[in-house]
């Protein structure tokens, strides 16, 4: 089984699946996460349902590890989801990740295999089962089997080391074309405290939230309510602010993990202590990092697109109106071709519900004024409106002039891309 | 000015834009409609955007026609929208109806420019402004060229004839790949009536409504308010029942008009009259005819995709259900591929937000069960189920297990040719 381990900080022994071309809007280089006190990973090749490339992580953490999440609203939610929302104490010891099989709509059977990998876990690292975390991510609807994973589980836990990041972040890809990673620091009352994430996603990416995984470590030492409070508030502004194909995975999954072993500052027990805002604005960075990494490599993506929402009666109606906008076909389809197509923008505020008039409303290209007054800008100038739609990065603005609501959100463009990965590939 | 206006009944005078290719999911022949007491048709080429082909129709109707509609519910809708909305009086005797330019977003100046064509139309005509009613399809945000309409006006009302009903389906298309047309005859009290119908759209197709255009004549003799019932119950199960792309256009109008010029039954004051049910069933049959005549010309549609939904808690709730998976590009992109991927539809029916329990959910694709009792179906065959995904014409059904709440809603595939269409015009 040995030979099935690849050992965290070493590369994977086989090469990550690659799958279509990587995405042109990946990062240009990689983000290096230094090791975290308290963490130690290892990935292996569990033969779940992809060939020659790792298929499982698994994170070993300190003792005390406080641990916050965040799950996916879907009311048909993954077994591993089911599982990680039943465990209220707080605390985690490890998590075990799988791709290739999401473990959602498998029933009574789906529960148990989750169970029995998470129990597994438990016993070889010597913890309760409640303290296992799990996440799978893949196909919908095969059985998952367990003694697949729970065969390697000893290798893996023996092989856990520091480092590994990159390879964590391979190990839990399906449709991605890179893997996603990010790491900062932040000083808590003059004490450095380093916070590192890896995420996957491409496809089946709305909020709230995504057929998204994250998973973020930290070494301060924060208790699970804080890390809850700072957690589900980040998580608005970021994975809850992307959208690629309006589609809600059943397995949307973001865990925050806090092993108190470095940093040693002193003890913090409320989120709005004032020592916790480098951290907070860190981590809220951190999160909207990975977030958009998970945009720039959604399905067929060619472009990123962000869009900004203001002047609408309240931030909700905004945001409303900027999904509207993010997860319109027209919209998404008109920029893919370059197409400085203003009058979808139109339909689609009209469209979301929110209250708009169309006298007030004013939208923007790349800060050029497209249209306003209830009409095209007496300055329009086209050439100048399908450069602004023309690059890898664009940029839309609403106005409402109704209120101080404000929202902004992030999409991709739909392309062909989009159809043949989804219309070929049983995901 | 004359060669530009081909007389209904004939053939337009230029062959109709042929754009891509028909439609795969069109009828293998198109209705043919007889001519409708108290009714003359004329299109003309105004050039408002497209050469070569008609862009205007003209309806007059007989005096004393009544007149019911049903329009967009966007927050943005477009000028002849809100013309159309404003008359209340319950009377028709003109319709004009533009293709090339939806004159939607185009201000203050977009408004007096449909004034400007209901007003011309209704001094040929010799009635009141507001018995004059306006439809308006093509690329928003573009000033209306009022005048291009204006100039033919005259010529189109002269020529105006009792025929030409597939002119007249031609000359409102824009997308489309071919003319909408359905006729039906009904006995009222024994005496028979006939119902005409055209309807042009293909994209920018959602509830509540579509960039869809439908325009229904009668020659029964029924007064506005009962036209009104029964147009607005009978577009639920119809239009507002229908989505391509889930975008909602600025422009959606179906409009019904009863001359009273044929039949001769006798005066009949309430919708729920027992005499108008098989009026109102015949008027069913021949809304949901022209609503899947739409979707069998969505853009790009290779299938057309009849979802039913059953068990829910109401049949409101069944109807977002419905939509959330006709929406879904996961769903359709899957259906577009030949992929009978069930996971998907859980997902879908996850993400809608109503009620829903894995353990009772039950999926099937062609009659035959994919999934059930929380997992895949014991007998499930891919081979089978892969089949009932493959043809012309795909049926999901799926039953939450928990009320009595139902509904049936169609959609389109989504294919590659949807992104050819629209990330590289500007329709």
């Given at each position: 089984m040995v030979r099935k381990v690849a050992k965290a900080g070493k590369a994977a022994a086989a090469p990550v699946k690659a799958g279509p071309a990587i995405s042109p809007l990946a990062p240009k280089t990689l983000a290096n996460l230094p090791p975290l006190a308290g963490v130690r990973l290892a990935t292996g090749q569990a033969g779940i349902r992809y060939k020659d490339r790792t298929d499982v992580l698994v994170a070993v953490m300190a003792p005390g590890t406080q641990v916050a999440g965040v799950y996916t609203r879907s009311r048909t939610a993954s077994a591993p989801v089911e599982w990680c929302r039943a465990q209220k104490a707080g605390t985690a010891r490890a998590l075990v990740v799988n791709s290739g099989n999401a473990n959602a709509f498998t029933g009574h059977a789906g529960f148990e295999a989750a169970r029995q990998v998470a129990e597994s876990t438990a016993a070889i690292v010597g913890c309760r089962g409640q303290e296992g975390f799990l996440a799978s991510t893949g196909v919908i609807g095969e059985p998952l089997p367990a003694n697949k994973i729970t065969r390697i589980l000893d290798d893996l836990v023996a092989a856990g080391a520091a480092g590994g990041w990159r390879a964590a972040a391979e190990a839990i890809?399906?449709?991605?074309?890179f893997p996603k990673l990010a790491t900062v620091s932040a000083l808590i009352d003059g004490r450095k405290v380093t916070i590192n994430g890896i995420a996957k996603g491409s496809g089946m990416i709305a909020p709230d939230m995504a057929t998204m995984l994250a998973f973020v470590f930290t070494d301060a030492n924060l208790p699970a309510g804080v890390l809850q409070e700072l957690l589900s508030a980040g998580v608005e502004q970021s994975f809850n602010a992307i959208t690629v194909d309006s589609d809600t995975s059943t397995s949307d999954t973001l865990l925050l993990f806090a092993t108190g072993k470095g940093g040693h500052h002193p003890n913090i027990s409320k989120a709005s202590d004032s020592r916790l805002a480098e951290f907070r604005r860190k981590l809220d960075a951190l999160l909207l990092d990975l977030a958009l990494q998970v945009v720039r490599d959604g399905e067929g993506a060619q472009k990123l697109i962000r869009i900004d929402v203001t002047g609408a009666e309240t931030d909700a109606a905004a945001k409303r109106i900027a999904l509207s906008i993010a997860n319109s076909p027209l919209v998404k389809t008109a920029i893919a071709g370059g197409d400085a197509n203003w009058g979808r923008v139109v339909m689609a505020v009209g469209k979301s519900g929110e209250a708009a008039d169309r006298d007030r409303l004013k939208i923007s290209f790349g800060g050029q004024v497209v249209a306003e007054a209830g009409a095209r800008a007496a300055k329009y100038n086209e050439a100048a409106a399908s450069k602004a739609v023309s690059g890898r990065s664009v940029e839309i603005a609403v106005d409402l002039g109704l209120g101080q609501g404000k929202a902004r959100v992030w999409t991709c463009d739909l392309t062909h891309g989009y159809i043949d990965i989804n219309g070929s590939y049983r995901s």
């Open positions: 890809m399906t449709t991605d074309t």
